[in-house]
């Protein structure tokens, strides 16, 4: 079975900290691709980033950086210095290709950053 | 901007009313997906078109459940005699087959509240 698991339902740091979002998933395929999106309170889901299982190398792209470990199945998700601006929930998704290319969500992290 | 859209934005009706909803893709995306996320869950699948082929629906789709995509473009949704469980937000994303990606993109989603 597919399964993603966020087991952060919430997250509040103050302005400045770092903090990391914990992303487990399970697949007994070889080849998957994991996802991160932005949900803002607006509501529309914001693509943050996609992985695919062979490459585990980790990315940074500004104050945002990704683990990858397929030792332990994990995706995580640090966001560094957060801003007011980083409030959001966030979801980690599965997708493990087939026909469909459908996306596996997992139940999402609410973040807030305290001023 | 060309990015996906959705109409209309929010949605409220009464018990046993038909209500229809409609995505426009990115231009160009051939894929696209209906999901739906109800408070405090990650999107869930409904389903899935390549051009004008719906070609996956979920087990969550029941048969008051209707969507098309005539001629491989803009989408709909259609849902016969609402109950308050439909209550939801419903998402849709496009992607394209043709991109080494295929990444989804969502749009800013329909709320539905049925009374």
């Known amino acids: 079975a597919q399964k993603v698991t966020q087991a952060q339902t919430e997250i509040s740091v103050v302005e400045k900290e770092d903090v990391t979002l914990d992303c487990v998933y399970e697949t007994r395929d070889t080849t998957y691709y994991l996802f991160w999106y932005k949900q803002p309170p607006s509501g529309e889901l914001v693509f943050l980033i996609r992985?695919?299982?062979?490459?585990?190398q980790n990315e940074i792209s500004g104050r945002y950086s990704w683990n990858f470990q397929k030792s332990t199945s994990s995706f995580n998700f640090t966001i560094t210095a957060s801003q007011v601006v980083d409030s959001a929930v966030y979801f980690c998704?599965?997708?493990?290709?087939?026909?469909?290319?459908?996306?596996?969500f997992g139940t999402g992290t609410l973040l807030a950053v305290q001023p | 901007d060309t990015g996906v859209s959705q109409d209309p934005r929010h949605k409220i009706t009464k018990r046993g009313q038909n209500v229809t909803f409609r995505c426009d893709p990115i231009s160009e995306h051939n894929r696209l997906y209906w999901y739906r996320q109800t408070l405090g869950q990650g999107p869930e699948f409904l389903t899935y078109f390549q051009n004008e082929a719906q070609l996956e629906k979920s087990r969550l789709l029941s048969d008051r459940f209707s969507a098309e995509r005539p001629k491989g473009s803009f989408s709909t949704l259609e849902i016969q005699r609402t109950e308050q469980g439909d209550s939801a937000m419903y998402l849709c994303a496009s992607s394209s087959r043709q991109s080494s990606t295929d990444t989804q993109y969502f749009g800013p989603g329909t709320r539905l509240t049925v009374l």
């Open positions: 992985r695919n299982s062979f490459d585990e």
């Open positions: 998704a599965l997708n493990y290709g087939g026909a469909t290319n459908k996306l596996i």
